[in-house]
Structure formats: C-alpha cells, structure tokens
C-alpha cells in the first residue's frame, strides 16, 4: 500500500523515532507533523493535549495516511485512548518509557527515569510503573526534566545551559545508585551524548541508557503486518514534513539530526484545534 504512515511529535522530538522507523521500513511513505509551534507539551493540562492529538491525527489521516505513530510519550499518555476510541480500526502506535527493558537489564535494581511532568503525572505511566516494580524488585527514580525539551527544539544539545539542566536532573539518580536511565521523553535521545558525558564524570560505574525508538518502529512494522498495510515494492519511501512552528527549524532539524532534507511546510493549527 503506497499510503503514508504519519508519524508526529509535539516538535522535533519524535525524530529520533522517525530515524528507526526510516531504518526499518525504508520502503515506506511517511509524514512527519512537528506541533513546534506548541511546544512543549510536558507542562500542558491533559485536556489540551488530548485536543492537539486529535486534531493532528485528523489532519494526517486527510493527507492519506493508513496508519498513525505518536512519536511523543507525553501524547501518547494524554491521548492514546481517544485516539483509539476515535479511530477504532485505525492501526496507531504510541510510546511509553521503557521500563521493562530497563528492569531487565538494571543490575542495582535502581532505575532512573527522565520524562515531562505530564508524562510522570499521567495514569498510563503510574499503571506502567505500579506494574513493573509489582512484577520486578526494581526502585523506579522518576526525573521530571523541566525545559530539556525545549533545549532540543532550540538545537541547544550540549551548551552550557543544556549541561546545567542536566547535571541538576541526572546526577542525583547516578548519586543515589542508578545504574539505568530511561529516556521517557523522545526528545531526550538527541543530549545522549551530552548524558553520557556526564555519566563519565559522575558515576563510578557503567550506566545502561534505555531509548524505544528501534522497538517502536518494529512494532510498527508488525502492526502494518498485521494489518495487511506493509508496501511489498522494493521502491524508496518518500518524506514530507509538516509544522506549526518554523519552516525553516524543523528543515535544519531534519539536516543536522538526520541528515535529511524532505519538503517542509509551516501550517496553521490543524482545523478544531
Ligand atoms: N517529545 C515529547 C515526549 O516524548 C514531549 C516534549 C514536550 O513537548 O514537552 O514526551
């Protein structure tokens, strides 16, 4: 099928998922929607968020597409459920952090988690987390990383503010024993370096950083399966991108982080939103 999955963000965050799901699926259509003009949704109440997240799904499923990844943990725990309750046969993937793989791995059995208030704050994540540690000895050490996001959406991925934010979020979880960070935000794999830098200073010993973006697109690649949706020519898949910020952001974004030049166009608000 040559119709495009749509893939969306609340800014440039879902393209480290973006950069999975081209590695996984190359052959496939996509449309990328950055919500940058509404940026960042981690401190929004739910009910505006949920709003954004329809509305985006409306407008990408009116430019064609057969299936739908919301490419940002913060939508996915507002609005995941209206999406599917809205789009009941439609084939949608969403994103969580990832704290089974994390509870895995953690040898301390001291897990920190780096996401948005919203994300923290949200039934979906304390369901997840509640389940977890239930089913694992594992200690969950929830971050909210106030303005990381924003950072990214400013291209700022190691400036001396970006580190300060960071050593002020990551280095009491390295100090109280965490031997795993989970990315919880798809912002956030864009300061891994910068994390990693940090590690090196703080930690006496290895720390395991957890990013689901290559399991989110295999999960993708299932569900199209699944649904009779995967494109069987072997032809290289297209890339347009949409935002609601600058045109001229999200095209260096796709340049400097993916190395990437698709044809970006700045819209307004999708309509009802
Ligand atoms: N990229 C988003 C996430 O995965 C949220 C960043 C924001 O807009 O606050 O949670």
């Not at 057969?66 to 490419?71: D, H, I």
């Amino acid at each position: 099928m040559l119709a495009p999955i749509g893939v969306f963000d609340s800014g440039i965050g879902g393209l480290s998922v973006l950069r999975h799901i081209c590695a996984h699926l190359p052959e496939e259509n996509l449309l990328y929607f950055a919500d940058s003009g509404f940026a960042p949704y981690g401190g929004k109440p739910e009910e505006v968020i949920v709003a954004r997240s329809l509305g985006i799904a409306a407008f990408l499923l009116e430019q064609g597409a057969k299936a739908l990844v919301v490419a940002c943990n913060t939508a996915t725990a507002a609005s995941i459920k209206a999406l599917r309750e809205r789009y009941p046969t439609l084939a949608v993937v969403g994103v969580e952090p990832g704290l089974k793989p994390a509870a895995a791995i953690s040898k301390s059995r001291k897990i920190g988690v780096l996401a948005t208030e919203r994300t923290l704050a949200s039934e979906k994540f304390r369901q997840l987390r509640e389940y977890t540690s239930a089913a694992t000895d594992v200690q969950f050490l929830s971050q909210a990383c106030k303005g990381l996001a924003d950072q990214v959406e400013k291209g700022e991925l190691h400036s001396p503010a970006t580190m300060a934010l960071l050593n002020q979020y990551v280095t009491p979880l390295l100090q109280q024993g965490a031997d795993t960070l989970v990315l919880g935000c798809t912002h956030y794999p864009f300061v891994r370096p910068a994390i990693e830098s940090l590690i090196k200073q703080v930690s006496p010993g290895p720390v395991e950083i957890i990013d689901t973006g290559a399991a989110v697109a295999r999960q993708l690649g299932r569900l199209l399966n699944q649904h009779g949706l995967r494109r069987q020519d072997a032809a290289t898949g297209t890339l347009h991108a949409y935002t609601t910020g600058s045109q001229t952001t999200l095209a260096q974004a796709f340049e400097t982080l993916l190395h990437l030049r698709p044809e970006v166009l700045a819209i307004q608000s999708p309509e009802g939103v």
